[in-house]
């Protein structure tokens, strides 16, 4: 599967952004779909999951009750709505993927990133 991030981009502390990651290969819904974010000189981390129904959602404690993992099959794109922005969360935010249902914070394949800053 490949995995094209976009929508990232300069936003205020309190403001909101919306995610977008286009992915190919006809089973993407059978894929477990994430988001990793790496901020400058810090190591890569969770961000959000959601299995391939779309029942089941994870979340990083620093992001949860703020952002959103949806995700749509019929369109091969998951999103991540985030919602009152803090300036920690500016990274390079990355799609991510993988076939198994668990670990649900841990996955092998990952495009390009985009990025988002959030200015105080």
């Known amino acids: 599967v490949q995995l094209q991030a976009s929508g990232g981009g300069l936003v205020q502390a309190g403001g909101s952004l919306r995610l977008s990651c286009a992915a190919s290969g006809r089973t993407f819904s059978s894929y477990r779909m994430g988001w990793l974010r790496q901020a400058p000189g810090k190591e890569r981390e969770f961000v959000a999951a959601i299995r391939w129904g779309g029942a089941s959602t994870y979340y990083a404690d620093s992001v949860k009750g703020r952002f959103t993992i949806s995700r749509d099959n019929a369109k091969n794109t998951v999103y991540l709505q985030m919602n009152s922005l803090k300036p920690e969360d500016t990274a390079v935010y990355y799609c991510?993927?993988?076939?198994?249902?668990?670990?649900?914070?841990?996955?092998?394949?990952w495009g390009q990133g985009t990025l988002v800053t959030v200015s105080s």
């Open positions: 991510a993927a993988d076939p198994r249902s668990w670990p649900y914070n841990a996955f092998n394949y």
